[in-house]
């Protein structure tokens, strides 16, 4: 597959390549993936710092490279083609979601300390049930606090917050009765917060759903206005729908090559799988489908980029033709290899696990379809 990358990204993904190669492969050689040592974790961040990645994502202000959406898009795709599933830890995520307190009493209280790593935050967006059954949708409504101080009460429920069990503040989007939504830094301990069971995804991911009861939130922890809450969370997850896309294609470039490697050696039969017509058939949908998702990519990195009108719906698409294409791809990958891909521990194994819950993380493929169709039909055919 050839697709030419602009010189300066092109460079960035060797660089990239070189270094998981030189300074990752030795040190994270029979770890395991899905549950690192917080040392071997502290040890990939502090080499990628010295290195230079560690810090691509932040903006220049806060001591960062301040990288625009195509070079991170180029950083992520090169960590995952890397095959070694701790690279990605050599990117920093940045501020997160909290990059959005922008007032200066906000970062210094709320955006400083999860730079720095002293504290951090959960993003909760997704509505649940309520524990008594009722599915109202989470709700912050204006009121005077027990100090006297104006704030919001906040009720309702959210699930899958990832992260939820360690975090000091959840990010909660609430609506605030006819004003609009809300995006309110919550105490994860606050009385009235009420954490449910912990639930472990197939991917080794944790999440916590959570209830509120009219907590008590104060005005300044409000990020942004009133009216922009979903807009904004919107914006968060634009950028890791875009994250997600280019590890999802670098995933599925790395699970082709090895594949083809796997295809052209030696099998019991006395000729390489590589000369069986079926194998050459699966074989070319493998590589034709990540061939389609890295174009689709890098068009919406570009659309990102430049911050073009069409960009979310660019992003949406490639978000769900990547993450289709990996879980596709390392099936196909699965058959090919055969039973020894199947056990605990191989990695197609765990890309089969982590790519199916990408088809739901970040907008579930239906949901990003609707996006895309609302945006043609509002737009024309040709607006993508
Ligand atoms: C790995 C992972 C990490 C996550 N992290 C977080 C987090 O940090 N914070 C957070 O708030 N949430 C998080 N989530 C939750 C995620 O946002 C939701 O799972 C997702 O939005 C889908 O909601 P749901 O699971 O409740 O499914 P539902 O909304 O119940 O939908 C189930 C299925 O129904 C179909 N469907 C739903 N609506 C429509 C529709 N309108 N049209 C057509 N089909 C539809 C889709 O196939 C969908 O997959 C995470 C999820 C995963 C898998």
Same mark, same amino acid.
């Given at each position: 597959m050839h697709f030419e990358l602009p010189s300066d990204l092109a460079d960035l993904q060797s660089r990239i390549l070189r270094f998981v190669a030189e300074e990752i492969a030795p040190i994270t050689e029979g770890a395991d993936p899905e549950s690192p040592p917080s040392e071997l974790r502290r040890e990939i961040a502090r080499r990628a710092d010295a290195a230079g990645f560690y810090r691509l994502a932040v903006p220049e202000s806060d001591g960062g490279l301040?990288?625009?959406?195509q070079l991170v898009t180029a950083a992520r795709e090169a960590l995952a083609l890397s095959g070694n599933p701790f690279a990605a830890r050599a990117l920093? $995520?940045?501020?997160?979601?909290?990059?959005?307190?922008?007032?200066?009493?906000?970062?210094?209280?709320?955006?400083?300390?999860?730079?720095?790593?002293?504290?951090?935050?959960?993003f909760a967006f997704t509505e649940a049930l309520r524990s008594d059954g009722s599915r109202q949708p989470t709700q912050a409504v204006r009121a005077t606090l027990g100090d006297g101080s104006d704030g919001f009460?906040?009720?309702?429920?959210?699930?899958?917050?990832?992260?939820?069990?360690?975090a000091d503040w #959840?990010?909660?989007?609430?609506n605030v009765p006819d004003e609009g939504t809300a995006l309110l830094v919550v105490d994860r301990d606050a009385p009235g917060v009420t954490e449910g069971e912990l639930g472990a995804s197939i991917d080794g991911s944790t999440h916590s759903p959570f209830n509120f009861d009219e907590v008590q939130v104060p005005q $300044?922890?409000? #990020?942004?206005?009133?009216?922009?809450? #979903?807009?904004?969370a919107m914006q968060n997850i634009d950028r890791m729908r875009l994250g997600v896309a280019a590890e999802c294609v670098g995933w599925s470039r790395w699970v082709t090559r090895t594949t083809l490697e796997r295809i052209e050696g030696p099998h019991r039969s006395g000729q390489p799988l590589a000369e069986q017509q079926q194998v050459q058939a699966i074989f070319a949908d493998m590589t034709a489908d990540a061939f389609a998702a890295r174009t689709a990519l890098y068009?919406?990195?570009?659309?990102?980029?430049?911050d073009e009108p069409t960009a979310g719906t660019q992003v949406a698409a490639a978000?769900?033709?990547? $993450?289709?294409?990996?879980?596709?791809?390392?099936d196909r990958a699965i058959q090919l290899h055969g039973a020894q891909a199947l056990l605990r521990g191989h990695p197609l194994e765990r890309l089969y696990r982590w790519s199916r819950s990408l088809r739901i993380a970040e907008g579930p493929t239906e949901l990003l379809r609707l996006t895309v169709t609302r945006h043609v039909r509002q737009n024309g055919v040709d607006a993508l």
């Open positions: 301040g990288a625009g959406p920093g $995520s940045g501020p997160g979601i909290m990059r959005l307190a922008d007032n200066p009493e906000q970062r210094e209280a709320l955006y400083v300390p999860v730079m720095r790593g002293e504290r951090s935050a959960a009460l906040v009720t309702g429920a959210k699930g899958f917050v990832t992260g939820g069990a360690d #959840l990010v909660v989007v609430a $300044s922890r409000l #990020l942004g206005q009133v009216g922009d809450g #979903l807009p904004r068009q919406a990195a570009q659309a990102r980029e430049r978000k769900w033709l990547a $993450s289709e294409c990996l879980h596709r791809t390392v």
